[in-house]
């Protein structure tokens, strides 16, 4: 079992950056495939990224691609999701997933994901 604890967000203006942290507990943390959802007031969680166990692969939604990086440290139980030129539309609760993913098209689906951090607000002013 692995408990999430995110960090990083906050208010900042279109154009603008912020760097998420999803920090693990657990011993097992090298193990999980890692992930970013974000849902916006009163819209459905959406996928924004995943990241393989080991690193060598991840998987960025259309609207993310080329502006955010997702990176993790297995020796310090972390995972990063370095967001670039945010826009307003960005604006929503974003939440940290871990679980034993194996099927890139499992990525995006929030059902398979059962780890779940509490979520920091990022909001992006125009």
């Known amino acids: 079992q692995v408990q999430l604890v995110e960090s990083g967000g906050g208010l900042v203006q279109a154009g603008g950056s912020l760097r998420l942290s999803c920090a693990a507990s657990?011993?097992?943390?090298?193990?999980?495939?890692m992930g970013w959802f974000r849902q916006a007031s009163g819209k459905e969680r959406e996928f924004v990224v995943g990241?393989?166990?080991?690193?060598?692969?991840?998987y960025y939604a259309d609207s993310v691609k080329g502006r955010f990086t997702i990176s993790r440290d297995n020796a310090k139980k972390t995972v990063y999701l370095q967001m670039n030129s945010l826009k307003p539309e960005d604006t929503a609760v974003y939440y940290c997933a871990a679980d034993f993913i194996l099927l890139e098209s499992d990525y995006s689906d929030y059902l398979k994901w059962n780890y779940w951090g509490q979520g920091t607000q990022v909001t992006v002013s125009s």
């Open positions: 657990g011993r097992t943390f090298s193990s999980y495939a």
């Open positions: 990241i393989s166990w080991s690193g060598g692969s991840t």
